[in-house]
DNA sequence: ACACATTCTGACACTTAGTGCAAACTTGCA
DNA sequence: TGCAAGTTTGCACTAAGTGTCAGAATGTGT
């Protein structure tokens, strides 16, 4: 609405900038469960009972944006035409996510360094995608006509976490031969055309 | 080995046994958070220090077992024969846990309502699950010849992942209209003949 | 039956995450 | 200016989980 922020918002998101800074450069340095809530408030200059004023959990620093983009995948499926068949919003959909991935990469390798690490950052990860999956099956499903609980919705969309991932996974760990958004639509290509296929 | 385990191998297996069955209960009548290691270890009668000596967080109470099964699908993988497809091989082995799971209905709702209503055990039993994935990938991609950062047996192995689990979730939130390896062989042939297809 | 190694159990002290509460302080707005 | 709402902090508290060590129970060999 209005372009510039209230004095309030612009020194709380600053706070909250330097508290993720502090955070993930203390663990890139000590470790995630060596450095403590106590030494990021100390060097973030703030008391440690303000940090939980603004994430719920260590593990949230993390994790924090992240969160976003499933209010983006939802906000682009709900934008599909009824036209489209489910997989071909599904995918859709998800190439649009895809592409706001790829242009964050430095950001998001430092971060996955601190999940693949971590195993509860970890944890925490896949409930996240975890909660995903359960509104997109949600969402889906009332797009098909079904109950929530049916068998095809949940497995679509599962489908299509599991191709994103993948492409995570695999776009992380090569130095990049093809774009995250090329992998997505790889994927989502061999579970159109059926798994039977693949070599 | 031996058919009669020695009495400190049957001691330990009771006293596991006992504290299962001691949290088990105290999570149903108190939730999982509310019910402390401490009431759990005097409801076992031992001391709190010896229950992480059974279980190292309390999670894995609920969990414990749970974590066998991995190793009964790495080995239905390994048995395969070389000449199916990564995909029979995948099918073949996955339906085979689904019927093991069918046999244990009422033990595994207990342990199901449990994770559902509670966040840390979820997000616990997700990266039990991301551990299967990791090394189902790994089985596959040995057997296919591949780097282990290969984008498809990831893919393969999240998409087998994914039947599994929208089975279970379907077979556990409905009363069962089919049985589990019904629903695991229907989902994989979704996945096989190709998404596309779906309505 | 005896001694010896191994494994199990318990007690104590300790670190850290996370919550509830209420008082102090800062900013937005009339 | 003054009041309402939002932000920051300190303090006290609960509970999970770890390190250490001493002592009890058990398995094994003689």
Known sequence: MEERLGLR??????????IEDAA????????FDEA????IASAADISPRTFFYYFAAKEDVVLADYAGRLDRIIQQLAMRPPTETPWEALRA?????????ETERAGLIRRFRII?????VHARSLQLQSGWEDTVTAT?????????????PRLLAASALAAIRSSLQNWIATESKSSLPELVNNCFTHLESGLARVS
């Open 9 to 18: 918002e612009r020194k709380k998101a600053q706070t909250r900038r330097r």
């Open 140 to 152: 889906l499903a009332e797009r098909m006509n079904r109950e929530p609980q049916d068998l095809i």
């Open 116 to 120: 693949a690490g971590t195993p509860s």
């Open 24 to 31: 993930l450069e203390l663990f890139a340095r000590d470790g």
């Open 93 to 101: 959909s998800f190439l649009v996510v895809a592409a706001d991935y």
């Open 36 to 39: 403590t809530v106590e030494a």
